[in-house]
């Protein structure tokens, strides 16, 4: 009955604390992009405009919900809910946190700690390109669908990219779940660096870094939503809350990206040199875990938006381009080089 | 001419990207942090680029601002207005109206000239704020203040009258925004235009010989040093 508990105590919080983290992310996107071109971003609802994510809320919520005609209503429905879905679902097993004991009894900070973990992200990460390529058919709009086929295109190229730069790192690690992948970068290695992903694997983690870019759609990989091309791509024909899952989930995805790339490649919730762990309390420790990780992942937050108001789009070509060409060779080479060290050297 | 397209090699380091992505993102983090810490400053201007419209209203408006009408005064306070309906006359949105009146024994003190506007009115729902009727007065009389918010709540209150516009002119005067007196431009009759000829020195004989008679000299060098521009233009030309 504990674990039950437990269990579900965790679903939800990490459900709404991810849902906080995106409502906030939409107010950070636009205050950043605001404050990078010279002007103060929404600044009226609220200290701030903090309250700028609820008032969009409210309007997304309160408008009229309207089905083109010509759409196919199943798909059309549909659509949004399977985009959103995944990513809602993508975070269970990514940690945010050590582990916190509470009344003797030992509470992983990690929704579950499935020994599969890996391949269960890289699966429910495949599955956002349904939400987005049925959203772009059932619009039966010319610009939906090409919003659509992009993203199927891209998706489908960035992420055999992605998959094989996270194979080198299970090479490093030894294994698919991702709490012992953080428990393993603690200490140093080679007697002065961090034994963190990152300094193991520094090509796999430009890899994956660009790869979860173009997976998350985001600048300078949104083509599938290309404004200046076409119109906003497969959410064109979309509005009210139905937009909304769809601009949410982006934002969800970005927690969940931001929390893979802190687990396996920025050491997690260790501190370089230092093991915190060793001197606070098992409660204390639990909290002081999970903020660690939480600052962690709000720089790759941060750094997204940075990115995102950095750099023009791509041209479709380049991203084919340097996809299939730059990336996808460069991954074989890494995991080539990885696992001739591990040879050599275990 | 068009500028001739000279395609660049890239060096390895540019061909890779991320070295330039970074540099991109050094720039915009400059301009990101500088306009946090400007965030923290007091008072609704804080961003140096950007004015906080309803609360902030420091932002300086040019003294050539096309804002809302005014009628004006000379320094004896009579209006300086003689009616003669060329601003109504030339408005493209034909937003003016002028009635003239004449100026009455003991009304010296009044009117600065003998006629003066009986109704003067001005319909700011047709006014396209072009600035002609500034332009056009003999006596800079009508002239466009640096007012710009014109919103009203009804259509009877667009409509500026005599007083509205006298009104106007003393809220300028009082906030120290009269528009400063224009330099009248002397008009000039254009330049003859230079003959096509062969020879040079011909040409420039000619030109100059109709207009000798009648054109001021300044005028008069004016016009042959543009003749001399074109000459030179010419040789140059032929050089080629």
Known sequence: ?346 | MAKPVVKKEYTLTERIYLWEILKGMKLTWGHFWFNFKACWRPGPHTIPTCWQYPEDRTREISPVFRGEHYLQRDDKGREVCIACGMCAKICPAKCITVKKGKREEGEEDKYASKTYPASFQIDLLRCIFCGFCEETCPKNAIVLGREFELARFSKEECILDKRKLLLNYRKAKEEGKLKPPKKRVPVVPAPPKPEKAEGGEIKKSKAAAPGKALKKPVEKVKSTEQVEATQNKEAAEKEK
Request: hydrophobic share 55%; glycine share 10%.
């Open chain 1, 1 to 346: 009955m504990d674990d039950w508990l437990v269990a579900i105590i965790k679903v939800v919080g990490i459900w709404v604390w991810v849902l906080l983290i995106a409502v906030v992310m939409t107010w950070v996107e636009r205050r950043g992009a605001g404050l990078i071109q010279d002007r103060p971003g929404p600044n009226r609802a609220g200290p701030w405009g903090l309250f700028q994510p609820l008032a969009d809320g409210i309007k997304l919520f309160t408008k009229e919900e309207i089905i083109p005609t010509k759409a196919q209503k199943f798909l059309y429905i549909i659509g949004p809910a399977l985009f959103s879905l995944p990513a809602f679902s993508a975070y269970a097993v990514v940690p945010f946190g050590d582990k916190i004991i509470l009344g003797g009894k030992e509470i992983i900070l990690q929704v579950s700690d499935v020994n599969i973990g890996f391949l269960y992200i890289l699966a429910i990460g495949s599955m956002a390109v349904y939400g987005v390529i049925l959203g772009g058919w059932g619009s039966t709009n010319k610009y939906s669908i090409l919003g659509g086929l992009r993203s199927t295109a891209q998706m489908v190229s960035y992420e055999v990219a992605l998959g094989l730069a996270l194979l080198a790192v299970v090479f490093v690690y030894g294994t698919f779940s991702l709490r012992d992948m953080s428990l393993a970068q603690q200490g140093t290695f080679l007697g002065f660096l961090p034994n963190w992903g990152i300094f193991k694997q520094p090509l796999g983690f430009i890899l994956f870094i660009v790869a979860a870019y173009a997976e998350a759609n985001r600048v300078p990989f949104d083509l599938p939503e290309a404004e200046s091309e076409i119109v906003s791509g497969y959410h064109t024909e979309y509005g009210s809350m139905r937009l909304g899952l769809y601009l949410f989930g982006e934002y969800v995805n970005l927690v969940t990206i931001s929390g893979v790339i802190v687990a396996l490649y920025f050491g997690s919730w260790h501190l370089p040199y230092i093991d915190l762990g060793a001197y606070l309390g098992p409660i204390s420790w639990g909290i002081v875990s999970f903020c660690i990780f939480f600052l962690k992942v709000s720089f790759f937050l941060w750094l997204f938006v940075w990115v995102r108001w950095t750099l023009p789009r791509f041209r479709y070509d380049q991203v084919m381009g340097l996809g299939w060409r730059g990336l996808i060779p460069l991954a074989l080479f890494n995991i080539f080089i990885t696992a001739l060290f591990i040879q050599l050297t275990v």
